[in-house]
Every structure is written in structure tokens, then in C-alpha cells.
């Protein structure tokens, strides 16, 4: 295994509303040449599925503007300081959706783009999710809530109709949890 790379600096370049960039300078432990490396810093964030008594998922379908196209999704956002990714999970998901449900289980947990990013992606499923309230969402968010059968998830996948790829990789521990497969 190669050794780490040495960081030499670090420089803040800008500061956004959800995200800030650096810049780091390091060095290469097996050239010896530095180069300088931009990471966005953000907090973690979150992606639930919450799973209804009847066993749909409930998702939402939202215009994305970096591709310009609406994307069907689970429902998820940032981790607000001073919150677990629990606690993140379930608000977002009463704020999206209008469900609750009793608890949260995490099915594990990713990193969005190591090459570019410094956070994390937090997955769980919401058993017994039940429409309960109304959509709390804020002025730049329009969200359709849509419900899925779980086993239609792969042919979703296999279209493009879901083609975010922390979806898939949500979906992806979702299925591992369907099965009994996680540790």
C-alpha cells in the first residue's frame, strides 16, 4: 500500500450556503512533486426509506438543477449542527413527506466523491412510515411524493428512471437490509 500524501497547506477559496472549498497543497510520497487539491467540505447528509405498512416505499420526485431533470429519489438532506443523522433522517422525512414513523434503523453509510468531497452519505429505513402530516417544505423545494413497490427498484434503476448514484448505492443497502444481509 502507498504511503498517504503529504498535506503541506490548506487554503479556504470560497464559502457557499450549503458547502465551503479548499484548497490543499500536498506532496506525492512517491514523487516528491506537490500538487494542489480542491475539496468541497459539507456536512453529512442523509437518505431514508421509509417503508409503509403495506410495503411501499415512499419517495419523492424533484427538479434537479444540475442536470436540469427531475429525479426520483428518497427522501434526505443535510445534517443541521447539533443533530445525529437520525434525528436528520426522520425530520427530513416528515418535512418531505408528511410521514413519521417509530424509529430509524441505519443500513449503512458512504462517501459521496473522495476525490472531491469530505462528508459523508447516511442511509436508513423507516419501518411502518405513515402519512400523518403534510409536506413542511421550503421555498426551493416542489416535491411530488410517489410510492414504490421495492421490487420494481432494479427495472427503475435499469431505465434511468432512478440514475443518481447515491440512490443506487441507497437502494443498494436497502436491498441488503430487505434480505437480512447486513451485518
Not at 438543477?65 to 429519489?73: A, D, I, K, P, T
Not at 443533530?83 to 427530513?92: D, P
Not at 413497490?149 to 428512471?161: A, E, F, L, N, Y
Request: contains cysteine; charged residues 20%; negative net charge.
Amino acid at each position: 500500500m502507498a504511503n498517504s500524501w503529504q498535506r503541506l497547506s490548506s487554503t479556504p477559496c470560497g464559502e457557499y450556503s450549503i458547502f465551503n472549498v479548499r484548497r490543499d497543497r500536498s506532496r506525492s510520497p512517491r514523487t516528491g512533486v506537490e500538487h494542489d487539491f480542491f475539496v468541497i467540505e459539507a456536512p453529512d447528509w442523509v437518505n431514508v426509506a421509509p417503508l409503509t405498512c403495506d410495503g411501499r416505499l415512499v419517495c419523492v420526485r424533484q427538479f434537479r438543477h444540475g442536470v436540469r431533470q427531475f429525479s426520483l429519489e428518497l427522501p434526505g438532506g443535510l445534517v443541521d449542527a447539533g443533530e445525529t443523522a437520525a434525528q436528520a433522517a426522520l425530520r427530513e422525512m416528515r418535512e418531505e413527506t408528511g410521514y413519521a414513523a417509530p424509529q430509524v434503523i441505519p443500513i449503512g453509510a458512504m462517501v459521496p466523491n473522495s476525490a472531491l468531497q469530505a462528508n459523508r452519505c447516511h442511509f436508513f429505513v423507516a419501518p411502518n412510515a405513515t402519512a400523518n402530516g403534510v409536506q413542511q417544505l421550503d421555498t426551493a423545494e416542489d416535491i411530488e411524493i410517489v410510492l414504490i413497490d421495492p421490487d420494481d427498484i432494479p427495472k427503475m434503476i435499469t431505465s434511468g428512471v432512478i440514475n443518481n448514484g447515491i440512490m443506487i448505492a441507497a437502494f443498494y443497502y436497502y436491498e441488503l437490509y430487505r434480505r437480512g444481509r447486513l451485518k
